[in-house]
């Protein structure tokens, strides 16, 4: 039997909702929701507690439980001070296939409800934004702007990680 469930980041910025009928399939939806590369390096917690959630656990657990997908050496922490909900992007989307242009517009929603949501977008739905023809009004393509800022700005960041592991990695190899 399919149930609803939170799936949530190890820093609990990003919140989605998945449906699923089994442990793996959470851990699946949970993993391409997240964005996280490789679902079989996931571990499944709860969020109240870090209490690990496996496949007999699963069973036991109602729908709309809150769960944190550890991915690699990510380890579950206590809450840090409360994020106010105003400032976390939770999607209530369907985990279903919708287009491109319905879920920028799902996204630009979202964001004209509460514009600093927009800092905690990922880098997949910010350019989802970035690619859609917004046409709708003047506050859309605002928004859609303001994504396109964040979207640059998050790119570098992410290449500017992505070369600092590189390094991290080159001085590793050098020590040995």
Not at 28 to 36: E, S, W, Y
Not at 105 to 122: E, F, K, Y
Not at 142 to 162: D, G, H
Request: hydrophobic fraction near 35%; aromatic fraction near 6%; charge should be negative.
């Amino acid at each position: 039997m399919s149930k609803p469930v939170r799936v949530w980041s190890q820093d609990r910025k990003r919140r989605h909702g998945v449906v699923a009928g089994s442990f793996d399939e959470a851990v699946q939806k949970g993993a391409a929701k997240l964005g996280l590369p490789d679902p079989t390096s996931v571990t499944l917690v709860l969020e109240e507690d870090g209490t690990a959630v496996d496949e007999d656990y699963w069973e036991t657990i109602p729908a709309e439980t809150k769960l944190i997908l550890l991915s690699g050496d990510e380890v579950w922490k206590p809450s840090p001070l409360s994020v106010p909900s105003n400032l976390l992007f939770v999607s209530d989307e369907p985990d279903c296939a919708t287009d491109e242009h319905q879920k920028a517009h799902n996204l630009l929603n979202t964001i004209q409800d509460n514009p600093a949501s927009v800092a905690l977008l990922s880098l997949s739905d910010l350019e989802i934004i970035k690619d859609a023809n917004i046409s709708t009004s003047d506050s859309s393509e605002k928004l859609q702007e303001l994504c396109i800022e964040f979207y640059v700005k998050k790119k570098k960041e992410a290449e500017a990680m992505e070369f600092v592991d590189l390094l991290k990695e080159h001085l590793k190899g050098n020590e040995k």
